[in-house]
Nanobody
Framework: QVHLVESGGGLVQAGGSLRLSCAAE??????????MGWYRQAPGKQRDLVAL???????NYADSVKGRFTISMDNTKNTVYLQMNSLKSEDTAVYFCYAGSGGSMSTWGKGTLVTVSS
């Protein structure tokens, strides 16, 4: 089993910044992480991709966050970070950490709430 532990959510004013972290804790797992990242789900909406990064450093972003958010990964710690700048009210959502093996295995964190006040 791979257990994802998220942190860093909270309340911030529009224009402000937050940094999310997600650490993958493994317990005798054969789940070899290839990709980590973040999705978000606003009230009444579907869960959407925010950003993903592979262990080789290749990243991709949703168009809505390009230029404002930066994803990074510390492979030695199996930890992914999301630096969020110039936050907007429409960024308000529950942010879910994701980890995938590149194959059929994947897992999700429980989510952390980000609220941006206008």
């Amino acid at each position: 089993q791979v257990h994802l532990v998220e942190s860093g959510g909270g309340l911030v004013q529009a224009g402000g910044s937050l940094r999310l972290s997600c650490a993958a804790e493994e317990n005798r797992s054969i789940f070899i992480i290839n990709t980590m990242g973040w999705y978000r789900q606003a009230p009444g909406k579907q869960r959407d991709l925010v950003a993903l990064i592979t262990t080789s450093g290749s990243a991709n972003y949703a168009d809505s966050v390009k230029g404002r958010f930066t994803i990074s990964m510390d492979n030695t710690k199996n930890t992914v970070y999301l630096q969020m700048n110039s936050l907007k009210s429409e960024d308000t959502a529950v942010y879910f950490c994701y980890a995938g093996s590149g194959g059929s295995m994947s897992t999700w964190g429980k989510g952390t709430l980000v609220t941006v006040s206008s």
